[in-house]
């Protein structure tokens, strides 16, 4: 069966601190991999997806980065921490395109 | 682009009585994808329903069914005899069916709250 991986759980970092969240998919090959994230009360922004290795797109321009080395792995990564990069931040692939299968999330917080 | 319109931020519902939480969407394709997905408080998405557009047939699963209203672009989500355990924010999501990469968009969201 499919499953989805994502860690950590819970991150507090320091404002110009590193960040590196990662997402693995297992059970599928050449999955889409999404990352969203979702501030305090809101809804779901889409913040890159990619449909292969090496290839990502980016929805909006910001802090973050992401890349995906192997098939199905898919990093979110930031040289320096704002405030503003506070979240909840959640991986998700899909196969066919249907529908997404989620991750459990990571909420940061930037201190 | 396609946008999604959750109207109600809040909905409440007392246990075992029906709620129908509102949707509705802006595109001009006539081939895509409906899906109403539940954020419990643990915020894992899970995915709810998922309706095709080209399927007149309104989708059902156990309590929850859909009304599609293709020509109205309005899709909810109701509810029938509500349990503790559906108090949960509730999104509506869209995606085209000739998108290849699979992009859904989510409306804002709606909490629904459970009274016993």
């Known amino acids: 069966s499919q499953t989805i991986h994502q860690w950590p759980a819970t991150l507090v970092q320091p404002v110009g601190s590193p960040l590196s969240l990662e997402c693995t998919v297992e059970g599928t090959s050449n999955p889409n991999l999404y990352w969203y994230r979702q501030a305090a009360g809101r809804g779901l922004q889409l913040l890159f997806y990619?449909?292969?290795?090496?290839?990502i797109s980016s929805e909006v321009p910001q802090n973050l980065s992401a890349s995906r080395p192997q098939d199905r792995q898919f990093i979110l990564s930031s040289k320096k921490l704002l405030l503003s990069d506070s979240g909840f931040y959640l991986c998700a692939w899909s196969v066919t395109g249907l529908g997404y299968t989620f991750g459990s999330g990571t909420r940061l917080t930037v201190v | 682009a396609q946008t999604v319109t959750q109207s109600q931020p809040e909905m409440s519902v007392q246990e075992a009585e029906t709620v129908t939480l509102s949707c509705t969407y802006d595109?001009?394709?006539?081939?895509?994808?409906l899906f109403w997905y539940k954020q419990p408080p643990s915020r894992q998405m899970i995915l709810v329903i998922r309706q095709e557009a080209y399927k007149q047939q309104n989708a059902t699963e156990n309590r929850f069914s859909v009304n599609f209203q293709k020509a109205a672009k309005s899709f909810s989500l109701k509810i029938s005899d509500s349990q503790l355990g559906d108090a949960a924010m509730y999104f509506c999501a869209y995606r085209s069916a000739t998108d290849s990469w699979g992009k859904l968009q989510f409306g804002a969201g709606t909490q629904v709250v459970v009274t016993p």
């Open positions: 595109t001009s394709e006539s081939d895509y994808y």
């Open positions: 990619s449909v292969g290795i090496g290839q």
